[in-house]
């Protein structure tokens, strides 16, 4: 099973930018679907973004047009650019990978928290 290595977690300002990476132990381009989950304090694991094999990206509505996933095959990485943070995305954010659809992840890292101050 892949193995997923979150970093780039951190405090940051309102207004500010963070940009997560997720290493994998295996080529990403045998993956059929990677992304981001991210659970905030009291509430459930919820998907942010994700992206399969093809390209094809999703976005959850309250990080559409902030947020951008993105993998690089080269380098067995996942990344998450976060732009416009509002206090509301702080939670600890983890990668995940699916065989199918990540919906439904079979993989996870240990998580990376980020912090959004007001």
């Known amino acids: 099973q892949v193995r997923l290595v979150e970093s780039g977690g951190g405090l940051v300002q309102a207004g500010g930018s963070l940009r997560l990476s997720c290493a994998a132990s295996?080529?990403?381009?045998?993956?059929?679907?990677m992304g981001w989950y991210r659970r905030a304090p009291g509430k459930q694991r919820v998907l942010v973004a994700g992206?399969?094999?093809?390209?094809?990206?999703t976005y959850a509505d309250s990080v559409k047009g902030r947020f951008t996933i993105s993998r690089d095959n080269s380098k067995n990485t996942l990344y998450l650019a976060m732009n416009s943070l509002k206090p509301e995305d702080t939670a600890v954010y983890y990668c995940?990978?699916?065989?199918?659809?990540?919906?439904?992840?079979?993989?996870w890292g240990q998580g990376t928290q980020v912090t959004v101050s007001s």
């Open positions: 992206v399969s094999r093809a390209g094809i990206q």
């Open positions: 295996e080529r990403i381009n045998t993956i059929a679907a």
């Open positions: 995940a990978a699916g065989p199918i659809h990540i919906s439904i992840p079979t993989a």
